[in-house]
């Protein structure tokens, strides 16, 4: 993976500032990451659930050993899954093209305003 210069000017030209368009992709950012840690997890649930009921169905009572190599290692079906997810492109990367094509739209909270009581 190669490093991808961005073009400064247009990025503060969307948002206004440079901190402000930073912290709108990395918030972005993070949303896509939490995402796909949910896809992720639901996938392994699948996959797990479905490796359960194929385990109940050829119930077959033999001894089980474990030796330590085998706990020490990932399932595979979880291997495979991440793998899937990181051929995917990083969230950054991502966050900062929708940012770039105008497909990101930020509202900005209210501050509330306190009155101070002179006495």
Do not use: C, H
């Not at 948002?15 to 709108?24: K, R």
């Not at 119930?59 to 990181?86: H, N, S, W, Y």
Request: charged share 40%.
């Amino acid at each position: 993976m190669g490093i991808k210069p961005l073009d400064l000017k247009k990025i503060q030209e969307i948002a206004g500032n440079t901190y402000e368009a930073i912290v709108i992709m990395a918030k972005r950012a993070r949303q896509i990451n939490d995402e796909r840690k949910i896809m992720f997890n639901k996938r392994l649930e699948e996959m797990r659930a479905l490796k359960a009921q194929q385990q109940a169905s050829s119930e077959e009572e033999t001894p089980k050993i474990v030796d330590d190599e085998r706990v020490l290692k990932a399932p595979p079906e979880q291997v495979k899954i991440a793998e899937e997810f990181d051929r995917l492109p990083k969230p950054t990367d991502v966050a900062i093209e929708e940012y770039l094509e105008g497909k990101l739209t930020w509202n900005y909270e209210k501050q509330k305003q306190t009155k101070i009581k002179q006495e």
